[in-house]
């Protein structure tokens, strides 16, 4: 029996997130990346066919904008209302649902919307969940003025940080920017025992605008596991260390 594929995992997850949170009337929070945009063509799909009733979307980037309006999801923004729910990916998720975000691109502004609406739920497939948090990197926006200043400090913490850069190796490699004109470095731990205190110390850094430890801030995963009926839902219990 082969592997089971992310892909239809991610599409289970997704779905059951949706119809289990979202009800009519809601703004919803619209996460960016592949997991998300499951997540957007469930709604767009349910408000077509008229199960769903006057569901709004906030998008966390220029890609979630887009696809949207393919799914036909109409768009707020957050001086017009504040989310109710918010659906995203995680690239890692703990066992106190502490979460590593960002390594698409998109963190702070989905950190923005997460902290302003009611509920974040995160929704992955089995590979993202880890213990303890650092099986990848963190990932850190940062102002482009000084910026390898701010490598340098974060590195001072412990890690390898790299400057994201777009192509990724190569003659002309320029760094990657963000849909608010900044840059992401990606600081690699080889393990995260107290995500509190790194976050703390990462904040103290001038120029660390964000970072994509997103902590306390997720009321449940919904994990794919295997088939399109493999699907658990964990809700958050102790916030962690």
Not at 166 to 173: A, D, F, W
């Amino acid at each position: 029996m082969g592997k089971p594929d992310p892909d239809v995992m991610k599409r289970a997850a997704a779905e059951r997130a949706v119809e289990e949170y979202v009800e009519p009337g809601m703004v919803v929070g619209l996460g960016t990346g592949s997991t998300a945009y499951w997540a957007i063509r469930r709604i767009g799909a349910l408000l077509s066919s008229g199960e769903l009733r006057e569901v709004r979307g906030v998008a966390t980037s220029t890609q979630t904008t887009a696809q949207a309006g393919e799914a036909g999801v109409p768009l707020v923004t957050l001086a017009q209302a504040r989310p109710d729910l918010t659906l995203d990916g995680a690239d890692e998720i703990d066992p106190y649902l502490n979460l590593i975000k960002g390594r698409g691109g998109a963190l702070l502004r989905e950190k923005i919307v997460a902290a302003a609406g009611g509920v974040m739920v995160v929704i992955a497939d089995e590979s993202k969940l880890v213990d303890p948090l650092g099986k990848g990197s963190v990932p850190v926006e940062v102002d482009p003025f000084g910026w390898e200043s701010t490598v340098e400090a974060l590195a001072s913490l412990g890690c390898e940080a790299e400057l994201r850069r777009e192509p990724p190796e190569g003659p002309g490699s320029e760094p990657r920017p963000t849909d608010g004109g900044h840059y992401t470095v990606d600081c690699y731990f080889s393990r995260i025992d107290a995500p509190r205190v790194l976050e703390a110390e990462m904040k103290r850094i001038p120029g660390a605008l964000e970072t994509g430890l997103f902590l306390g801030l997720c009321r449940a995963a919904v994990v794919g596991r295997g088939g399109p009926e493999d699907v658990e839902v964990r809700e958050a219990g102790s916030p962690g260390p």
